[in-house]
């Protein structure tokens, strides 16, 4: 049970916090595109800001490689986080980060007041976690909240380097969440426990299908990853995505889930197409009877039917990869039944980052599931059962 030190768990009341956030937003020349991580961000600033606290902002922006690139400063975050918090956040413009400017800015700093850092990526210590730069970031402050999931996977300055030169480090309401449902919600599950899993390729979930095949009751395996599956059971399987490498893989894979009593599904039909396209043409095939210039894009309708059906009584089910080419609207039909599915049920649902993430709320579901990962590399390492720098970082409670 990851049990972390957050926000509530402290009080800053006169004292310099320094936030980690993930403001890592999408920028047009300038203009924010999507917002929602600055929106995100705002309860655990408006918490620290109510308690009294010096708020000192920082994140990284892109990936300038340790330059000072104009087009990556946060500069226009701090305008929209002004305009959104209803009070202004100061920008310390240093191209070195911890410069003069944040130097002077922090000093004068009233109780409830804001300011943001410059890009902490364009000092290139950041992605090394180097130490001088870790003491100076910590040299700003008295308390550390690190509230960006994305980066937990990585040790990094401002989210890891720093907490070895600062008394207290805690954790935002954005990573307690993603700590709740992804880390105990999954090691803790109520069951049944149900995990789908899904997307292109098997040698990129091998860990997580071992982690998971210990815990779950029931575990789901669509998408392209299926194919090299059902090709290891002697099917074929046609032109669709397979790893032949990984055939004795996927087979250790299926005695290992009968050994543990764990029900594995696989595709018992799929929608196959004469070209990768979503003008192809495309007929439903039986798994394992694809002929040889046809592919499998999505799971089949007596698949869906298989697969929903297991979600219905479950009561715990994490979820990621797609079923299906989703992007292609011909080929989404599995995804979105599976994504209804999971609106439908009573269960706890929780869905791992990237690609599912994006089909989730691309489908107009996002708002059904009970949690919904901001962290694609973050969310998968934590199924796959590591210790995330970023959250070890955290004191314990
Ligand atoms: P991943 O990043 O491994 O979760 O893979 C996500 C990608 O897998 C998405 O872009 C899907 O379009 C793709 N995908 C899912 N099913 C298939 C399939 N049957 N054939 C080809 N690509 C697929």
Redesign the pocket.
């Known amino acids: 049970m990851l049990n972390k030190k957050s926000v509530d768990d402290i009080n800053v009341n006169g004292k310099r916090v320094l936030v980690r956030c993930d403001f890592n937003v999408p920028l047009i020349d300038g203009k924010i595109t999507d917002e929602n991580r600055l929106v995100a961000a705002l309860p655990t600033i408006k918490k620290l800001i109510a308690d009294g606290g010096k708020v000192i902002l920082c994140s990284h922006l892109g990936k300038p490689k340790g330059e000072a690139k104009p087009e990556l400063s946060l500069a226009p975050v701090a305008v929209r986080l002004s305009e959104l918090l209803g009070q202004e956040v100061k920008f310390a413009a240093d191209a070195v980060v911890v410069g003069d400017n944040a130097k002077a800015a922090v000093e004068a700093m009233k109780d409830g007041e804001v300011i943001l850092l410059e890009n902490t990526r364009y000092r290139a210590e950041e992605t090394k976690n180097g130490e001088a730069f870790s003491k100076e970031l910590a040299s700003l402050c008295d308390v550390f909240v690190n509230d960006a999931f994305g980066t937990a996977h990585r040790a990094h300055c401002s989210n890891v380097g720093v907490t070895e030169y600062v008394d207290t480090a805690v954790v935002g309401y954005l990573m307690q969440k993603e700590i709740d449902f992804l880390g105990n919600a999954v090691n803790n599950p109520e069951r049944p426990f149900v995990a789908i899993l899904?997307?292109?390729?098997v040698s990129?979930?091998i860990s997580v299908i071992e982690n998971l095949l210990d815990k779950v009751d029931t575990l789901i395996i669509?998408?392209?990853?299926?194919?090299t599956f059902s090709k290891a059971q002697g099917g074929s399987v046609g032109k669709?995505?397979l790893e032949e490498d990984y055939c004795e893989y996927a087979l250790n894979m299926i005695k290992k889930a009968e050994e543990k009593g764990v029900k594995l599904l696989l595709p018992v039909d799929?929608i196959i197409a004469d070209d990768?396209s979503n003008d192809a043409n495309f007929e439903t095939a039986k798994a394992g009877e694809i002929p040889a210039n046809w592919?499998?894009?999505?799971i089949g309708p007596e698949t869906e039917k298989i697969f929903c059906e297991a979600v219905k009584d479950a009561k715990t089910v994490v979820w990621?990869?797609?079923?299906?080419?989703?992007?292609?609207p011909n080929?989404a039909h599995g995804t979105e039944a599976v994504a209804k599915a999971l609106a439908d049920t009573k269960a706890t649902t929780i869905i791992g980052g990237?690609?599912?993430a994006a089909a989730v709320n691309q489908l107009g579901y996002g708002d059904k599931m009970t949690h919904i990962s901001t962290g694609g590399g973050a969310s998968l390492e934590f199924l796959e059962g590591k210790e995330l720098p970023g959250v070890a970082a955290a004191n314990n409670k």
Request: proline fraction near 3%; charge should be negative.
């Open positions: 899904g997307g292109a390729k990129s979930k669509g998408g392209g990853m299926s194919y669709s995505l799929n990768f592919e499998g894009l999505d990621n990869g797609p079923m299906g080419c989703f992007e292609m080929f990237g690609d599912s």
